[in-house]
């Protein structure tokens, strides 16, 4: 049996705010900040919604991104080739 690593994903745990009308993605960096600054400036795509980089904490060595329900999400921009 084999198995292969998908270069473009990456485990996340989703959760929901109805409090605050947010959804949180929250990722584990074993590395801290050296695995942070590695994502921190991409943008997340989960279940077909975009989620940007909100913040970390180095204590607990997890980083999040966040998708707004209230007005949609922060301005993106896609590079063009």
Do not use: H
């Not at 198995?3 to 960096?29: C, F, K, Q």
């Not at 909100?54 to 063009?80: H, K, M």
Request: glycine residues 4%; charged residues 25%; hydrophobic residues 35%.
């Amino acid at each position: 049996m084999k198995a292969s690593i998908l270069p473009n994903d990456i485990s996340v745990v989703y959760s929901y705010r109805p409090d605050v009308a947010r959804e949180y993605l929250t990722i584990d960096v074993p590395n801290g900040w050296d695995d942070v600054k590695k994502i921190s400036k991409k943008v997340l795509s989960y279940d077909s919604r975009k989620f940007t980089y909100t913040g970390w904490n180095s204590d607990t060595l997890q980083c999040y991104f966040v998708r707004s329900l209230v007005g949609g999400i922060e301005p993106i921009a896609t590079f063009v080739k």
